[in-house]
């Protein structure tokens, strides 16, 4: 690590409550529909539902006052500390993405995660996305190519790329990065074809100092995700795709905090077969037509 990066990160430490605070901040400003349109009978079924399986835990499991005043506590914390896309991307986001994505063909999805950021710098094809100058880390060639579920190449297709650097922080949420940092939108070739390169990311650890953190430690949790790369993949006329890709081998691979790794979504990289420094990839995208369904 260069001695700016770990000044960075030092810098870094004990920040992360701000990160949940951002991600609070970014998501208000998303533009996100907030639920003003979930007919009553849906919200009446959902939160009936919601309560009832908290009180059939209270029964079931002869919940004390204490413990009922320290969740009271411990919820007051996650939104004074904007933790709650922290909170939800990592204990329930996976299961909404499965529910929401099984009739889908082509491409698997998995959870997007609170740092997406819209509006990335739009590079063609062969693109290196942004970095710092000496950035620490292996260089990765990632390529790929568009299709349909026939095999068809898409036109039009783009890849939009997030990731942590390689000790672990996201751009415009960790503070004394580059905005841009290692964030891109990637635009393929008329044959779907698309490479770029960027830097492998460190795994992610959630932050700790907040109310997550302290929930993770009053558990005896971990809170680490496996290294990965966040894309989101759209073609006109084709079903958008959101999705992580890890690496073979992450120790955190098996118990991933966010619960959002799939067989699918590995990464196989090997060295650079033209010389250069780092390693290469490739992978895939199947997309289905808007209204394609299994
Ligand atoms: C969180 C962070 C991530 O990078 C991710 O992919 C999922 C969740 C989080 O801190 O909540
Ligand atoms: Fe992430």
New binding site residues.
């Given amino acids: 690590m260069t001695e700016n990066q770990l000044d960075t990160r030092q810098e870094n430490e004990g920040t992360a409550v701000e990160a949940g605070s951002k991600a609070t901040e970014r998501f208000a400003a998303s533009g996100k529909p907030t639920g003003t349109g979930v007919p009553k009978e849906r919200v009446s079924l959902l939160a009936g539902a919601l309560i009832k399986a908290a009180n059939d835990i209270v029964v079931e499991h002869e919940v004390t006052y204490e413990e009922y005043n320290a969740l009271k506590a411990w919820l007051i914390k996650v939104g004074n500390d904007g933790e709650w896309p922290?909170f939800l991307?990592?204990w329930l986001e996976h299961t909404v993405e499965d529910v929401n994505s099984q009739d889908r063909p082509g491409t698997k999805g998995t959870?997007e995660?609170?740092?997406y950021v819209p509006n990335s710098p739009v590079l063609d094809s062969p693109a290196t996305v942004e970095m710092r100058d000496d950035e620490d880390g292996v260089p990765l060639q990632f390529s790929g190519q568009f299709t349909d579920t026939d095999g068809n190449p898409i036109q039009g297709a783009q890849l939009e790329i997030w990731h942590a650097d390689s000790a672990g922080f996201y751009s415009q949420y960790a503070p004394g990065l580059p905005d841009w940092l290692f964030r891109a939108n990637v635009q393929a070739d008329s044959e779907g074809h698309f490479v770029l390169h960027t830097m492998r990311p460190a795994p992610?650890q959630?932050?700790t100092d907040g109310a997550c953190g302290q929930l993770i430690s009053a558990a005896g949790w971990h809170a680490w995700?496996p290294a990965?790369i966040?894309i989101k993949v759209s073609a006109p006329g084709y079903q958008p795709v959101t999705q992580?890709l890890y690496f073979p081998g992450d120790p955190h691979n098996a118990d991933d905090i966010?619960s959002a790794v799939k067989p699918e979504l590995m990464l196989n990289t090997t060295p650079r077969t033209d010389g250069a420094a780092g390693e290469e990839a490739s992978y895939d995208y199947v997309l289905a037509k808007v209204g394609q369904s299994k």
């Fill in positions: 922290l991307d990592v959870i995660g609170p740092y992610y959630i932050p995700r990965h966040h992580q966010a």
